[in-house]
């Protein structure tokens, strides 16, 4: 992932962060949605 960041086509990498982040966002909501961690809250 590094190396994409790091490459000249900045669009590209701006794409790619965004995505993960959504989809990262996304697991971690399913994630509390079956845990429902107490303490985090």
């Keep these: ?5 790091q490459s000249p ?4 990498g701006a ?3 965004v995505v ?3 989809f990262v ?3 971690m909501a399913l994630v ?4 429902r961690p107490k303490q985090l809250i």
Excluded at 1 to 5: A, E, K, N, P, Q
Excluded at 9 to 12: E, H, K, P, T
Excluded at 32 to 35: D, E, G, I, K, S
């Design 1 to 5: 992932y590094l190396r994409i960041f």
């Design 9 to 12: 086509d900045w669009g590209l």
């Design 15 to 17: 794409a790619i962060s």
């Design 20 to 22: 993960l982040v959504l």
């Design 25 to 27: 966002g996304a697991l």
């Design 32 to 35: 509390f949605r079956y845990v």
